[in-house]
């Protein structure tokens, strides 16, 4: 189905981390394999810099293996001196000092912009994820709207015709593409294998109105009825035609069964094909820019959609709209979205490859330091809460990148070791010869 342009409620962003996602998107179509594909990449890029940085982290280690006999001694030997005892400390860390400086600053240096990828792209993520949100709900406003135009045409000033809508399965609407420049969508009855054509219209991408006018001396296109004021105008027009009314027992109201509900009944079948054509999901996760809880939904209501998308791109008249039919397609189509198995990857990668990194990065039989402990507690829950509570896409890029840490962390330690083994034979070749030269 031709993909058809229409008005957003939220702009779609833009940025570095988006640039390079859409590009992947282009090549892979589909967007959680080319965050995968992204985050595999960035891996790979930045391993030559982890691995520099933990190299700096042992030169480190190292001088402070050399430093702190030193520091011992000048303890034990000016316990009852203070003043002298800092004085002497103070020219240990001033002989270290160079050294350990410069690896305190690559380790701050690393740390920053590591949280910068991590935080930018979330960001980025995040607002993908709101507009994604908005791009799925107004191509199914506007399937509606379309659905709602037609059958104003075929209702036009007759209303008697609305009662064709009292048996709604006999309905559907279609989009016809025989003409690409000119889509339109039909309104047919069913009796048996036979379809009898009722209405056709333009398949329409904008239902507001504006006329030019002359403001303080120039022309001015101005807004005269803007899309969301003429949906509702409609909807209102077809909630005034009451199909039935049944009596509500023990009650003395009545339930009304009004063209609108026998319009969004009608469209229920051609609504559910455009979310179906249109929806995002990957694996058991029905709706990616979701989290995988099951406490959440699929399909949001109406709150839920203002919650991730934000009040101040949702325009007036929208609740009355969104209510019209995606109760409806909720009903229908909606479910669990997920059952944590996401949240609890990541916590499981995160523990895995903190343990991992803590045991490659210590010697054998060194105590793990508290630091790397605390570690393997603090950073497996920020990523349970950022995997729990915001959409799936972001806990894919973080499964991934836990991932790729552990595939690459081996490779690291292998090259740092045969630095060091290189280190060390020529420090023993220069030992071999200054002690020939003794004789």
């Known amino acids: 189905m031709a993909v058809l342009s229409f008005l957003m409620s939220v702009a779609e962003p833009s940025g570095f981390w988006i640039t390079i996602i859409r590009a992947f998107e282009n090549v892979t179509n589909n967007y959680v394999l080319a965050i995968i594909f992204l985050t595999v990449v960035i891996k790979l890029l930045w391993t030559p810099i982890e691995t520099f940085n933990r190299r700096s982290q042992q030169k480190m280690s190292q001088t402070q293996a050399k430093m702190q006999p030193e520091l011992d001694a000048i303890n034990k030997k000016y316990a009852k001196d203070p003043n002298l005892l800092k004085q ?36 980025g993520l995040n607002t993908m994820g709101a507009y994604k949100i908005s791009e799925s709900y107004d191509y199914l406003k506007y399937s509606y709207a379309n659905v709602l135009e037609v059958t104003n045409k075929y209702i036009a ?29 039909v309104l047919l009855q069913i009796d048996g294998e036979s379809e009898t054509e ?11 109105t504006s006329e030019t006018q002359v403001v303080d001396g120039q022309e001015q296109t101005v807004v005269i009825q803007t899309t969301n004021e003429y949906l509702t105008e409609l909807i209102n027009k077809f ?13 003395e109201e009545t339930e009304k069964y009004t ?13 559910i094909q455009r979310y179906q054509s249109n ?22 209501d109406y709150n839920g959609y203002v919650s991730q998308i934000g009040s101040q791109n949702v325009e007036e008249g929208e609740e009355q709209i969104y209510n019209a039919f ?37 010697k054998k039989g060194e105590k793990t330091p508290n630091q790397n402990k605390w570690l393997a507690i603090i950073m497996p829950i920020i990523f349970g809460v950022f995997a729990l509570f915001y959409n799936s896409v972001f806990a894919i890029y973080m ?41």
């Open 88 to 123: 002497k400390q103070n020219e240990v860390y001033k002989k270290y000092n160079s050294k350990s400086m410069g690896g305190c600053f690559l380790m701050l240096l690393f740390m920053a912009l590591n949280l910068t990828i991590f935080f930018t792209l979330f960001s």
């Open 157 to 185: 000033d007759e209303t008697q015709r609305a009662d064709i809508f009292k048996n709604p399965e006999n309905l559907v609407y279609r989009i016809d593409e025989t003409n690409p420049e000119n889509i339109e969508i």
């Open 198 to 208: 009722l209405a056709r219209g333009e398949y329409k991408t904008d239902f507001s």
């Open 239 to 251: 909630d005034a035609i009451i199909l039935e009314e049944t009596a509500i027992e023990n009650s």
């Open 259 to 271: 063209l609108t509900n026998g319009v969004t009944d009608a469209s229920s079948s051609f609504i």
């Open 279 to 300: 929806k995002e999901s990957f694996l058991w996760i029905d709706n990616i820019w979701i989290s995988d809880s099951p406490f959440n939904q699929s399909i949001v």
């Open 326 to 362: 995606m109760p409806n397609l909720q009903t229908r189509q909606s479910r669990t979205n997920g059952y944590f198995i996401l949240p609890i990857l990541c916590i499981l990668a995160s523990v895995m490859t903190t343990l991992l990194s803590s045991r490659l990065g210590k």
């Open 399 to 439: 499964l991934t990148s836990q991932i790729m840490t552990a595939i690459t962390l081996p490779l690291q330690n292998l090259v740092l070791k045969a630095i060091d083994n290189r280190k060390k034979k020529k420090e023993e070749e220069k030992t071999e010869i200054d002690y020939t030269r003794k004789f």
